[in-house]
Nanobody
Framework: QVQLVESGGGLVQAGGSLRLSCAASERTFSTYGMGWFRQVPGKEREFVAAISRSGFTIIYADSVKGRFTISRHNAKNTVYLQMNSLKPEDTAVYYC?????????????????WGQGTQVTVDS
């Protein structure tokens, strides 16, 4: 059982930056592909970014490409999401997730473990 704990959310002005972190309890962290998703009330969970086990494969949603950067530090069992040039439409609860699949995955169904989420609010 992998436990994931997100941190780094908060309130930021439009155009600002935040860095989310997701710490995993599992020492086999490097065997999991990791992803970030977000969700607003009344809408489905939306893919944001994903990174493969090795970190060599990275994919982004079109809505965040060029503004967000996903990275991982396997020795620290942590995945990060650097968010720059934030917009009000980025406001959501952000979740990290771990997948047993080798490659980076877009679909929530590919992920086996989820964190509790961290709120990001972008004020216009």
């Amino acid at each position: 059982q992998v436990q994931l704990v997100e941190s780094g959310g908060g309130l930021v002005q439009a155009g600002g930056s935040l860095r989310l972190s997701c710490a995993a309890s599992e020492r086999t962290f490097s065997t999991y592909g990791m992803g970030w998703f977000r969700q607003v009330p009344g809408k489905e969970r939306e893919f944001v970014a994903a990174i493969s086990r090795s970190g060599f494969t990275i994919i982004y949603a079109d809505s965040v490409k060029g503004r967000f950067t996903i990275s991982r530090h396997n020795a620290k069992n942590t995945v990060y999401l650097q968010m720059n040039s934030l917009k009000p439409e980025d406001t959501a609860v952000y979740y990290c997730a771990a997948s047993g699949a080798d490659s980076a995955q877009r679909m929530p169904a590919a992920y086996d473990y989820w964190g509790q989420g961290t709120q990001v609010t972008v004020d216009s």
